[in-house]
C-alpha cells in the first residue's frame, strides 16, 4: 500500500512553455501533499505545501505565479511550471502523507524536467 | 525555520564495516527524525525513522539515535553490504499540529561500501 505516482516521468520542454506534472496517491487519500525540489547532487528543498481545497502554501523564495499548485481531490495535486526557463530544468519530486497519518510522507517517483 | 545540517557529504567504508552518519537541527520543536536511501533518479526512500519520545531505535543492521538535548541523531548501518551504496537524507519535522508536518532535509551523504 502507500504507493504515490506521478507523471510525466521525463519531460523536455522550450523555453517560455508551461509543463504540468501530476502526483496521484494511488491507493489513499492525502490531505497534504509536498512538493521538491532537487539539483543534481544536492538535497530536496520544499517547494510548497499543498491542501486539498485550499491554496497551497509556498516556502520562502519560491515565486507562486510561476510554479502552480491545484490540490483539487484528495488524490491527486498538479503542480504547473509557467513560462519554464532552462534553470528550471530540475528533478520534482511529491510526497503525499495520507489523512490521519501526520508523519508519514510516501514520495512519489519524480519528474526529471528538462527545459531547452 | 529548521536548519539540518548532515556529515559526512562523503563516505566511503569496506564491505561488512560500519557506516555511521551524523546530523543536528535546529528547532527545538522538531519531533519526528527519518531517514531516507536514494539511489541515483530514484525515489526517497524512507529505511528508518524516530519519534522525540525514544533515544533509540534499531532495526535488523540499521539503527537510529536521538540526543533531544544537544538536537543530534545519528544513523549507524552495521555490517555494510555494496546494494547499501547510495545517498542517504536525514531530515526533520516540527511538532504535529494536527496536519501533515513538512520535512526539512539534511544535504546528504554519499555512502560507497567498496569490496
Known amino acids: 500500500g502507500a504507493v504515490v505516482s506521478q507523471h510525466p516521468s521525463r519531460v523536455i520542454c522550450k523555453s517560455g512553455t508551461s509543463v504540468k506534472i501530476e502526483c496521484r496517491s494511488l491507493?489513499?487519500?492525502?490531505?497534504?501533499m509536498f512538493w521538491y525540489r532537487q539539483f543534481p547532487k544536492q538535497s530536496l528543498m520544499l517547494m510548497a505545501t499543498?491542501?486539498?481545497?485550499?491554496?497551497?502554501?509556498?516556502e520562502q523564495g519560491v515565486e507562486k505565479d510561476k510554479f502552480l499548485i491545484n490540490h483539487a481531490s484528495l488524490t491527486l495535486s498538479t503542480l504547473t511550471v509557467t513560462s519554464a526557463h532552462p534553470e528550471d530544468s530540475s528533478f520534482y519530486i511529491c510526497?503525499?502523507?495520507?489523512?490521519?497519518?501526520?508523519?508519514?510522507?510516501?514520495f512519489g517517483p519524480g519528474t526529471r524536467l528538462t527545459v531547452t | 525555520g529548521e536548519n539540518v545540517e548532515q556529515h559526512p557529504s562523503t563516505l566511503s567504508v569496506q564491505e561488512g564495516d560500519s557506516a555511521v552518519i551524523k546530523c543536528t537541527y535546529s528547532?527545538?520543536?522538531?519531533?519526528?527524525f527519518p531517514w531516507y536511501k536514494q539511489e541515483l533518479g530514484k525515489r526517497p526512500q524512507l529505511i528508518i525513522d524516530?519519534?522525540?519520545?525514544?533515544g533509540e531505535k534499531k532495526d535488523q543492521r540499521i539503527a537510529v539515535t536521538l540526543n533531544k538535548t544537544a538536537k543530534h541523531f545519528s544513523l549507524h548501518i552495521t555490517e555494510t553490504q555494496p546494494e547499501d551504496s547510495a545517498v542517504y537524507f536525514c531530515?526533520?519535522?516540527?511538532?504535529?499540529?494536527?496536519?501533515?508536518?513538512?520535512?526539512?532535509f539534511g544535504t546528504g551523504t554519499r555512502l560507497q561500501v567498496t569490496l
Open positions: 524516530i519519534r522525540s519520545n525514544v
Open positions: 528547532d527545538s520543536a522538531s519531533n519526528y
Open positions: 510526497s503525499a502523507s495520507p489523512a490521519g497519518h501526520s508523519y508519514e510522507q510516501y
Open positions: 531530515a526533520a519535522s516540527p511538532r504535529n499540529t494536527g496536519t501533515a508536518s513538512k520535512l526539512t
Open positions: 491507493d489513499f487519500q492525502a490531505t497534504t
Open positions: 499543498s491542501n486539498e481545497g485550499s491554496k497551497a502554501t509556498y
